[in-house]
Nanobody, 127 residues
């Protein structure tokens, strides 16, 4: 049973930084792609950043130059470093994991590609 557990959310002022973490457990292979999504009240869940098994990454245009995704394969942990935060970054942030054993060369930001989801961690940015 794959489980994803996010941490690191909180409240910050605009211009501040936060680092989100996602601990993954239950994967039996070392091959699984991951991503961060977010959902603001009244809006659809959107992809923020993704990392392929190959290590290739991508970020959404709205966070380009401010957010960085990375992973520690030894610790089975995914990270999202968020700098220069803006009020519009306020949302619940979710960690997502792809199928166990699915090798990927390119990062994936389509929600439909992910089988596993964490409970989410709230990020609130005040102006």
């Amino acid at each position: 049973q794959v489980q994803l557990m996010e941490s690191g959310g909180g409240s910050v002022q605009a211009g501040g930084s936060l680092r989100l973490s996602c601990a993954a457990s239950g994967y039996t292979s070392g091959n699984y792609y991951m991503a961060w999504f977010r959902q603001a009240p009244g809006k659809e869940r959107e992809g923020v950043a993704a990392i392929a098994v190959s290590g290739s990454t991508t970020v959404a245009d709205s966070v380009k130059g401010r957010f960085t995704i990375s992973r520690d394969n030894y610790e089975n942990t995914l990270y999202l470093q968020m700098n220069s935060l803006k009020p519009e970054d306020t949302a619940m942030y979710y960690c997502a994991g792809g199928p166990d054993g699915a090798w990927s060369r390119l990062p994936e930001l389509r929600r439909i590609a992910y089988n596993y989801w964490g409970q989410g961690t709230q990020v609130t940015v005040s102006s």
